[in-house]
């Protein structure tokens, strides 16, 4: 930050707004402008978190194995959101044969679609997709 205060300036101008000083006394009190007040005043927001890139191939290599989004982000202890920028492209892209194999033997049992896709983690569409192709069309009642 190049400004035309010093860094103690600045840092009491910080300090005086964090105890909620008013703007007008701050810049009263330090003989500055309102508007430096209002700009340099404020107390810097940290950056968000970078996600690690072992963390972003780890978050595909999950989802890629038929995880739902939602299932990945609770195993890795992120957002659904931030594994969902992240495997933008992932979503019914490929799941692992053994999950498909599961279905197709789950099915075979009665179970539901959605006790399916509850006992392996994987959202619903998913299940009914991959259960179609295979030959297991939905069931009516």
Known sequence: MSTAFSV??????????QARMPLRAVAAAL???????EKYGRTPVPKRRAVVAGLKSEMQRLRSCGLSGRAVAERLGV??????THTP??????VHPNAVVMMV???KQGLSRTAIAQRLGLHGNTV??????????????
Request: glycine share 6%; aromatic share 4%.
């Open 105 to 107: 033997a789950l099915d």
């Open 31 to 37: 003989g500055v402008s309102l508007s430096s007040v």
């Open 79 to 84: 957002s659904a959101s931030t594994v969902w």
């Open 128 to 141: 009914v997709k991959y259960l179609l192709r295979e030959g297991r069309p939905r069931k009516r009642k």
């Open 8 to 17: 103690e300036v600045v840092s009491l101008m910080r300090r005086l707004r």
């Open 89 to 94: 492209s992932m979503d019914l892209r490929g």
